[in-house]
């Protein structure tokens, strides 16, 4: 029994060991990350303390900013996952922000063509078709890919472009809504609107749909037969397809969930946040979903983690900027900085070995 | 009457249009050779346009916002170089890393530099200037010889790079490092040093190609004023065959495209201008589709290189 | 042959991370002479060799030409010392011309304008001198290996070397080809060169090396004049003194006969007429004719890239035939995919193995279930089922004796031969009838190869069906019932185990058609 006892907590100083080396690089890369920043902003007059405090606390300080950086949050993680399953296959998806904007498109046409319709069936016709088009969004490049082997860096950014102005077009002219300044269509109808978790600040249900997707996919690429086949892909695409797996259907699938998860985060942000299609809705959330992707090198188990920190990190920059005059850049400048130290520290960690 | 002058400022503007093009597809196109494939250019020339006009509003000297930009976008080609070759990390990674770089740094200069919220100031645009006499044949005089010494750069820039790289012994070796860097190596050429450079040199072209677009089109700076024109040259590299004059004459292509979207614009056909915007990005993937089968890329492309290791990354 | 040594190698050591590749080893050549390099995979020649090369640094150690201590940190020090090497994998550059690869690197005299005449007349020069017959400007990727070993000779030759090392330069000949090159060799050195011919061929190096070093584990066993010795002690040197040479199969001296005589009655493979196009229309393989029975080991032989590839991925539906039919057990497989092959019972050893059949960045376990992972025990309804993954995982693993952390361990950490393992392991770990083998023993030590011969052997017995594609000639002739040989993508003639002869085959090899 005493040998018993000194194995239990020897596995568990290991296990201790083993999570704290997996975590350690972070923390360094972060703490190194706001050192770094801090010194520039400092240099330039500012009160750095103070903007530490802001950036990082003002998502707690009051609900409407928990509610912020939740809502912040609900879109981030879906674009880091839109990224991280073609990451798997080797593919690299950088449409997140076109596949959004015609997920939101999907989402507020059927909403507006449809708004009588009661809550019932058009909540579910809204989510179907945002998705969908963000799925289609996605099989664009995945087909380019798949017929004529065309880069998907290529194909995805370049139908970016594409969606950027079919959106103008939509919010400016076919359901333009002349009261609003900056192009916005009218609302969808309240059937499409998700249920509100609190009504004051609200916070839509999003959030909990966004959480069982990140689940859904976790169970998918750990446990399925072909989550397998979609890793052994990118590990290796000439030996898996050498070992009888369809290598170009699984570069497609990639892509196309890719989409669609996007998608997905576009119809939340119009059926639950705004209930309308504004043009730039997608704000930077593509950008910061690669690089969470980055960040979390891949690992989907670690996306939704890293995604509200940097939801809490976009929160406080706004609030910095609002109230300290310092640029919001600063924040994306301080999580560039971050992903940098993170695959240094890699490297090191190889080196060392 | 009117129409020939219609033609010909169009055609004129094909060329200030393909500018840009041609200098981050030589870019690319110089990396990819020795095996570097450089995808930051969207997030370099950013940075180019808004260091270049900021350092011309600055300075008053549109010459050294250019040769700024070049630094700035030399700095990037080396980052890359020092990462992928010296370090070994994935190219496509750390090309996604320097545009985020790029595209954060170029709006957050200007806030820096002008303050946060403040109307843009205009610097004086790129003047043409007209080549002797040749200048004076008509029709075509105006189109090539009466253009902006930008324009001249580029093409004299695209035939001096097909003479060295086909023509010159360092250009066999350059060539050869894309192709296969171990027989490049087991032969005495120094990959290292050729992949540096081409880098370097490449990013540097794509700073100059950003530094560009303020000072012919608008003469002014506005977040984005890129446009995607960084990713469409890759797709041009390939397009061009990895060859330095297909490169130019596959510019001069898509200028077109990207010049008659603009002239539509104004001139008000029945579309929705924003279908009309969108035509260089689909023409870009029209494009592809017909090249990317038969481009011959460089063996090695994208690939690093590690002496001691059977495996490449 | 002068006293005074040309080349000394004292104490190298080199480690690659926690694989000591060299501990401690010495080498000596003497002026004009033939020195035979001599070891299993992994014992150390080409290690040694590419530090002598500057492609390595070795950890410590000393080099010392003509007497004097040198420091060698790139192949462009090599180079200028007067030291070439002609590597195992010919390191040309495809879309250039042979010209071009020969005076890459050197200094040109139109450096600007790429005039390349006078550079020409002198590889023709060498060409006649040396007895290898190569065109300057044909491009490389039109050339057969043979004829591209030649270009890497050239290579050396053009930059006057004094030393020049040949790492396992007989890989890709036919035995006639074989035998020129030896010619070649011996006029190099009538003309002032030395040589070090790297090699695990112990009759090649008996018939040409002045003096031969056995190198074993990373260690000096021991260096002797050809005359010295007999046969026998270089074989004890290479494997040392753990293997039983009385059951070797490698070194079996016919005792083999009754075991690899016996074939079974039904057929298990079936081709005919069966072609492959490429895109432009060429046909890579045609014509292929023949078929294997139960407990028959059917040998392919001929040199590389002569369609053996293309054959394999053909049975294995990795690229679907153009015309021609291929049967299991009399059903029509022709235009399956390749996992309803796997799981029909067709396995697969690639010839690369790491290009082809494994995955550096994933998991041990991982590796091991590839194209099994749709079946049971591994998956069920579409999940996966860990525990079972895992268990049959370290089974493979003990059994196989694959040198790792476990089965969670990350595929990049194996090294060369334990990636064959793997790969080997996993075509073995499902019972199967038909099991397709290409180069399955390259870069495996001498006692794994015997593991892998003797369950070939098992097998047979067992009534499984063996396609073994092979560049190694001996190893055809030691394991195989029948060998066919194949040229430009046609088979050339099929031999039977009575009428195997070495010198017949590399006719066949070089495009000789034998009427059977």
């Known amino acids: 029994m005493f040998v018993q006892t000194r194995e239990k907590v020897n596995n568990r100083s290991i296990l201790f060991r083993k999570i704290l080396g997996k975590v350690l690089p972070y923390l360094v890369a972060v703490l190194a990350a706001f050192a770094a920043v801090g010194l520039v902003i400092g240099l330039m007059g500012f009160n750095v303390l103070k903007a530490y405090e802001t950036i990082l606390f003002t998502s707690f300080r009051t609900p409407n900013g928990i509610v912020q950086t939740l809502l912040k949050f609900v879109p981030l993680m879906l674009q880091a996952l839109a990224f991280t399953i073609p990451l798997s296959t080797g593919k690299f998806n950088i449409g997140g922000e076109g596949q959004m904007i015609v997920g939101g498109i999907g989402a507020a046409a059927v909403g507006i063509l449809f708004a009588d319709l009661p809550g019932y069936i058009l909540l579910p016709l809204v989510f179907l078709a945002g998705i969908l088009a963000g799925a289609i969004w996605g099989l664009i490049p995945a087909w380019l890919l798949y017929k004529f082997n065309i880069n998907e860096i290529l194909s995805t950014v370049l139908l970016n472009f594409v969606s950027f102005q079919l959106i103008d077009f939509i919010a400016s002219e076919v359901w333009k809504d002349p009261v609003a300044g900056h192009p916005t269509t009218v609302p969808i109808g309240e059937g499409g609107w998700l249920p509100l978790l609190v009504d004051n600040p609200p916070l839509h249900s999003g959030i909990i749909l966004a959480l069982l997707v990140a689940v859904g996919i976790y169970i998918y690429t750990n446990r399925t037969t072909s989550g397998y086949e979609m890793v052994v892909t990118g590990a290796n695409p000439r030996a898996s397809k050498v070992f009888g797996i369809d290598v170009r259907k699984m570069f497609m699938l990639s892509l196309v969930i890719a989409g669609a998860l996007a998608g997905l985060a576009g119809v939340i942000e119009v059926s639950g946040y705004q209930h309308r299609l504004i043009k730039d809705f997608q704000s930077n959330f593509l950008v910061l979903g690669l690089i969470i992707g980055l960040i979390a090198k891949g690992n989907n188990l670690a996306v939704p983690f890293v995604a509200f920190f940097i939801a809490i990190l976009e929160v406080g920059a706004s609030a910095m900027q609002r109230t300290m005059s310092i640029p919001v850049e600063m924040a994306y400048i301080v999580e560039a900085l971050i992903l940098l130290f993170v695959l240094l520290s890699d490297r090191v960690k190889i080196r060392r070995r | ?313 | 042959m002068t006293d005074e040594p040309i080349l000394v190698m004292k104490g190298i050591k080199k480690s690659f991370g926690t694989n000591a590749a060299l501990q401690d080893v010495n080498f000596t050549l003497a002026v004009r002479e033939i020195h035979g390099l001599l070891g299993g995979n992994g014992a150390g020649k080409t290690t040694l060799m590419n530090i002598l090369f500057g492609l390595y640094r070795a950890d410590s150690g000393e080099i010392i030409l003509h007497g004097k201590r040198v420091d060698i940190h790139s192949p462009k020090d090599a180079i200028r010392l007067r030291i070439g090497m002609v590597h195992q994998q010919f390191l040309q550059i495809k879309s250039f011309s042979v010209l071009q690869n020969v005076v890459l690197g050197t200094s040109v005299k139109n450096k600007f304008r790429l005039n390349l005449a006078e550079e020409e007349k002198k590889v023709r020069e060498l060409s006649a001198r040396f007895g290898l017959d190569v065109d300057p400007q044909a491009l490389i990727e039109d050339l057969p290996m043979g004829v591209r070993q030649k270009v890497e000779i050239l290579k050396a030759l053009y930059r006057g070397v004094e030393i020049l090392i040949l790492d396992e330069p007989t890989t890709n000949l036919t035995p006639q080809e074989v035998d020129g090159l030896f010619q070649s060799l011996r006029v190099m050195v009538k003309e002032g060169m030395s040589i070090v011919f790297i090699t695990h061929k112990l009759r090649e190096v008996l018939s040409v090396c002045d003096r031969i070093s056995v190198l074993r584990n990373g260690n000096n066993v021991m260096t002797l004049k050809r005359e010295e010795s007999s046969e026998e002690a270089f074989v004890r040197g290479m494997v040392g003194e753990e293997l039983d040479l009385q059951s070797s199969v490698v070194f079996s001296q016919g005792g083999l006969e009754e075991s690899v005589q016996t074939v079974g009655q039904n057929i298990v493979l079936q081709l005919d007429q069966v072609q492959l196009l490429n895109e432009e229309g060429r046909s890579l393989i045609k014509g292929i004719t023949f078929e294997i029975r139960e407990g028959e080991i059917f040998g392919v032989a001929g040199v590389a890239d002569n369609g053996q590839k293309e054959l394999a991925e053909v049975i294995l539906g990795i690229q679907p035939a153009s015309s021609g039919c291929v049967r299991l057990y009399g059903n029509t497989i022709t235009h399956k995919p390749t996992s309803d092959l796997l799981e029909s019972g067709i396995s697969y050893i690639p010839e690369d193995c790491l290009r082809d059949g494994f995955l550096p960045k994933a998991s041990v376990a991982q590796n091991l279930i590839l194209g099994f992972h749709k079946q049971k025990p591994y998956s069920r309804n579409g999940f996966m089922d860990l525990n079972a993954i895992l268990n049959a995982a370290r089974g493979l693993i003990s059994d196989y004796n694959i040198k790792t952390q476990g089965p969670t361990d990350t595929g990049a950490n194996l090294s060369g031969g334990n990636i064959q393992r793997v790969v080997v392991s996993r075509a073995f770990s499902h019972p199967c009838k038909l099991l397709v083998a290409h180069n399955p023993t390259r870069g495996l030590d001498i006692p794994s190869i015997d593991f892998v011969y003797s369950r070939l052997l098992q097998n047979k017995k067992n009534g499984m069906a063996t396609l073994l594609i092979s560049e190694n000639l001996d190893e055809l002739l030691l394991l195989c019932n029948r060998i066919a040989v194949m040229y430009r993508g046609e088979v050339v003639g099929v031999l039977d185990r009575a009428h195997l002869e070495k010198y017949e085959i590399g006719r066949m090899m070089s495009g000789v058609r034998t009427d059977a």
């Open chain 2, 1 to 313: 009457m009117d129409f020939i002058v219609q033609l010909q400022s169009f055609l004129k503007l094909i060329f200030i249009y393909m500018v840009p093009f041609v200098l981050a597809s030589q870019g690319t196109m110089l990396g990819g050779r020795t095996g570097v494939f450089n995808v930051a250019q969207e997030g370099i020339m950013l940075l180019g346009s808004a260091v270049g006009f900021l350092i011309s509003y600055n300075s008053g000297n549109t010459l050294l916002g250019m040769l700024a930009a070049s630094a700035c976008g030399a700095v990037f080609g080396l980052a890359l170089a020092y990462f992928t070759t010296t370090l070994k990390m994935d190219q496509f990674v750390v090309g996604l890393a320097l545009f985020f770089v790029g595209f954060g740094l170029h709006t957050l200069i200007p806030k820096l530099a002008l303050g946060i919220t403040s109307v843009l100031p205009r610097i004086a645009t790129l003047s043409d200037a007209p080549v002797p006499l040749l200048s004076q044949i008509p029709f075509l005089g105006d189109i090539l010889f009466n253009q902006n010494a930008m324009v001249y750069f580029s093409i004299i820039l695209s035939f001096v790079l097909w003479y060295f790289m086909y023509k010159t012994s360092p250009g066999l070796e350059m060539r050869s490092v894309g192709e296969n860097p171990m027989a490049a190596d087991s032969l005495g050429v120094n990959v290292g040093m050729w992949r540096y450079l081409t880098a370097a040199f490449g990013g540097a072209l794509m700073g100059l190609a950003g530094a560009y677009i303020p000072m012919v089109f608008a003469g002014t700076f506005t977040p984005n004023i890129v446009a995607g024109r960084g990713w469409i040259s890759i797709a041009l590299t390939f397009f061009g065959g990895w060859s330095p004059l297909n490169i130019m004459f596959g510019s001069l292509f898509f200028a077109g495209v990207d010049s008659l979207a603009s002239i539509a614009q104004v001139s008000g056909i029945g579309i929705p201008y924003q279908f009309l915007l969108m035509l260089p990005y689909i023409a870009t993937l029209l494009v592809m589709i017909f090249t990317f089968r038969r481009s011959r890329a460089p063996a090695f492309l994208g690939k690093n290189y590690d002496r001691e290791k059977r495996i490449l990354t």
